[in-house]
């Protein structure tokens, strides 16, 4: 497994090249790029090799994901957002669904899973989109927020109430009724797509619900929560691992009162902070990538940890490597520049700080007192 990660990093490399400036300046990625990666199975790299993905496991994929974060937060935040619908499917959806979707995801098409809405981000027993029956289909009805990949999307993972739980529903993009909106220079990750979607009176055929039915709210959240946070924290490592790059070489090249940066201890404080940060980032990812391999139990609570550590690191780091390049790194383009943007929505996405804070704390409890 490691060669074809290796494989789809390489992929990756010629596909960002030189243009993760231009991608971050402009808002987009070209649609060609994303649907050729998606064809290599590279999007969704960890479904079966029998659907056209990669076969990669979580370790795997998450050296694939880390890799594409070093390069280009947005093309990674594709990876994240294609790879969670792609995950939904795989885990909740039928066997007819499983080999339809996923065909379509691994042959060029593109997917986002909406989740957030106006008055429920991370809080989403708050969500207000329904699911209703509708004759012999269904109708769907509601307002989603800030939907990665949403602009390149050609199907939404949309969860809504459905009855009295919930479900994830499969709605193409050019349905009827489905409005998207692209969010107008976003602060980080600018090419990764993001918009808002209004579904209006959308209507369906009832096998649009993923495994045929209502489901908890709990349950369905985890599925695709779980793989998110995971793959957001492989790819706060790859933050890590260009600032971390882009601080030493420049350290160790840029003189400073007769002498080079990389002299100073208080410079080589913030290189080792850094080496610090991304070390232990990568370690607990790792380890929340073995717990999904493995099937363990404590699975939901690495991924927490792996997200919420990664995130706020990367954000702490990114702010280093600017303050280590100084005015070198803080033209908007420059990599650490993006970096320090880019990070910031890593706090905020698949579980802000704050709500990791609970769920760790709430685990501590049960776990200790």
């Keep these: 497994m490691a060669e074809r990660w290796s494989e789809a990093a390489a992929l990756v490399a010629a596909a960002v090249g030189d243009h993760a400036e231009t991608w971050d300046r402009t808002g987009q990625i070209p649609l060609e790029t994303l649907r050729e990666l998606g064809t290599k199975g590279v999007l969704c790299a960890q479904i079966p090799q029998e659907y056209g993905g990669l076969g990669l496991s979580s370790l795997d994929n998450g050296e694939l994901t880390a890799a594409t974060g070093t390069r280009c937060s947005s093309l990674r935040s594709v990876l994240t957002s294609q790879g969670m619908a792609a995950w939904t499917i795989m885990r909740l959806g039928s066997a007819a669904q499983r080999r339809t979707h996923l065909a379509a995801l691994t042959s060029g098409s593109l997917a986002g899973v909406a989740f957030s809405e106006p008055g429920a981000g991370s809080d989403l027993s708050a969500m207000s989109t329904r699911i209703s029956e509708d004759g012999s289909g269904l109708r769907v009805d509601g307002r989603k927020v800030w939907i990665t990949v949403g602009a390149y999307a050609d199907l939404l993972v949309v969860f809504g109430r459905f009855g009295d739980e919930a479900a994830a529903v499969l709605v193409p993009t050019d349905a009827p009724g489905v409005h998207v909106e692209r969010v107008a220079d976003p602060l980080g990750c600018r090419a990764a797509g993001h918009a808002d979607v209004h579904l209006d009176g959308v209507r369906l055929p009832r096998d649009a619900v993923l495994g045929g ?83 363990t139990s404590d699975l939901v609570m690495a991924a927490v940890l792996a997200k919420h550590f990664a995130a706020t690191r990367a954000a702490e780091g990114a702010s280093t490597a600017v303050q280590v390049l100084a005015s070198a790194g803080s033209r908007d383009g420059h990599p650490v520049a993006r970096a320090y943007r880019d990070a910031k929505l890593m706090e905020l996405i698949e579980g802000s700080n704050e709500m990791s804070q609970l769920m760790l704390a709430d685990h501590a409890l049960a776990a200790w007192s």
């Design 213 to 295: 039915a209502a489901m908890p709210l709990g349950l369905i959240a985890t599925t695709a929560l779980t793989y998110g946070r995971v793959s957001v924290a492989w790819g706060c490592v790859g933050i890590l691992r260009s600032c971390l790059a882009e601080a030493a070489r420049h350290a160790a090249a840029r003189a400073q009162g007769g002498a080079l940066l990389a002299s100073h201890q208080l410079v080589r404080r913030h290189l080792a902070e850094l080496t610090v940060a991304e070390q232990a980032a990568t370690r607990l990812c790792e380890h929340a990538s073995r717990a999904w391999d493995a099937r």
